[in-house]
């Protein structure tokens, strides 16, 4: 299927850390725990754009790290958005359910290299 979307690049998330499936797993298990998209959300809740676009960047630079493909561009998608000053609030809802579906993703990833 073409337009199937991939929440994580396992092939590639590998590569990055040399193929070490022990590693991998340990940093999917931090990405769990990882507040940075909290962060996100409070700082929209407090109405603090300036924290809002920092958090943004972290957790995009986060997916990228882990290969979490789509959360990946759809955190490319809201921090251009936020930096642009014209934030959908749609997108915020597409975030979360991307990075809810992601969760359940890592844990199936991790179930499978552990």
Sequence with gaps: MADEVVLINVEDGLK???N???LYVRLLGKFKDDLTYKGIEQAFADGDMEKAKTAAHTFKGLT???SLS???KQSVELE???KAGSLN????????DVYEKTLIETDKVI???E
């Design 16 to 18: 990055r850390v040399m």
């Design 20 to 22: 070490n499936a022990k």
């Design 64 to 66: 990228a790290n882990l």
């Design 70 to 72: 789509e959360l990946y």
């Design 80 to 82: 251009t958005q936020i």
């Design 89 to 96: 609030q749609d997108q915020l809802a597409v975030v979360k």
């Design 111 to 113: 179930a499978k290299y």
